[in-house]
């Protein structure tokens, strides 16, 4: 298993460019996430889904975009870049349930928005 | 809404000795789970260490143990013989049973752990 992929590893975009982030998971999990993580703020949650065709917000989703057509990929849209969307960004996957609780995480992308 | 409070932003540890990081949470649930997450320079997030709130035993993984006092809401990690390549970012986490977006991890902000030579 390849567990959790991400690409791209690091991106530059100018402020109001668009761009996705893929994530992708072979694990068959049904619960998906994205994250950011930015200095002295631990990480938070922008987008998760729960299934295929289930999305919905986190704690910052604004600025963001997400769907969910196959259990195994979830991508994130950046609609206009802006500065304040420089940061680390994991994407996440977990079955729900028991012992099965633990979240795997990608590598993370680095994005810096000029 | 459940927090997460890590209240040591930087630790210290020389090499071969023991470190306990500290975690506390708040929450009114009775069932859930904790985490502890390292991540190494490279920024990859590794679980350390997972715990059932629904278990009196702490859980242990080689080096790495847990302190659970479920009364205390208390979550501590102790990492024993302690090594270069534990030093890191750790984090710990919470994740209720519940589902929608109750059920997502909410994470501390961090302790960076540095170990000397």
Redesign the interface.
């Given at each position: 298993n390849a567990g959790v992929t991400q690409t791209p590893k690091f991106q530059v975009l100018k402020t109001g460019q668009s761009m996705t982030l893929q994530c992708a998971q072979d694990m068959n999990h049904e619960?998906m996430?994205w994250?950011r993580q930015d200095p002295?703020?631990?990480?938070?949650?922008i987008h998760?889904s729960?299934g295929a065709g289930i999305t919905?917000?986190?704690e910052v989703p604004n600025g963001y975009n997400v769907s969910r057509s196959t259990t195994e990929d979830f991508p994130l849209r950046l609609l206009s870049a802006a500065p304040s969307q420089t940061s680390?960004y994991?994407c996440?996957s977990s079955y729900?349930?028991g012992?099965r609780?633990?979240?795997?995480?990608g590598?993370?992308t680095?994005l810096l928005v000029l | 809404a459940q927090t997460v409070t890590q209240s040591q932003p930087e630790m210290s540890v020389q090499e071969a000795e023991t470190v306990t990081l500290s975690c506390t949470y708040d929450t009114s649930e009775s069932d859930y789970y904790l985490f502890w997450y390292k991540q190494p320079p490279s920024r990859q997030m590794i679980l350390v260490i997972r715990q059932e709130a629904y278990k009196q035993q702490n859980a242990t993984e080689n080096r790495f143990s847990v302190n659970f006092q479920k009364a205390a809401k208390s979550f501590s990690l102790k990492i024993s013989d302690s090594q270069l390549g534990d030093a890191a970012m750790y984090f710990c986490a919470y994740r209720s049973p519940l589902g929608g977006s109750q059920g997502n991890l909410i994470f501390g902000k961090g302790t960076k752990l540095s170990v000397k030579p």
């Amino acid at each position: 298993n390849a567990g959790v992929t991400q690409t791209p590893k690091f991106q530059v975009l100018k402020t109001g460019q668009s761009m996705t982030l893929q994530c992708a998971q072979d694990m068959n999990h049904e619960y998906m996430s994205w994250y950011r993580q930015d200095p002295g703020m631990g990480l938070r949650l922008i987008h998760y889904s729960v299934g295929a065709g289930i999305t919905d917000q986190g704690e910052v989703p604004n600025g963001y975009n997400v769907s969910r057509s196959t259990t195994e990929d979830f991508p994130l849209r950046l609609l206009s870049a802006a500065p304040s969307q420089t940061s680390v960004y994991f994407c996440a996957s977990s079955y729900r349930g028991g012992s099965r609780e633990t979240q795997y995480f990608g590598p993370g992308t680095r994005l810096l928005v000029l | 809404a459940q927090t997460v409070t890590q209240s040591q932003p930087e630790m210290s540890v020389q090499e071969a000795e023991t470190v306990t990081l500290s975690c506390t949470y708040d929450t009114s649930e009775s069932d859930y789970y904790l985490f502890w997450y390292k991540q190494p320079p490279s920024r990859q997030m590794i679980l350390v260490i997972r715990q059932e709130a629904y278990k009196q035993q702490n859980a242990t993984e080689n080096r790495f143990s847990v302190n659970f006092q479920k009364a205390a809401k208390s979550f501590s990690l102790k990492i024993s013989d302690s090594q270069l390549g534990d030093a890191a970012m750790y984090f710990c986490a919470y994740r209720s049973p519940l589902g929608g977006s109750q059920g997502n991890l909410i994470f501390g902000k961090g302790t960076k752990l540095s170990v000397k030579p």
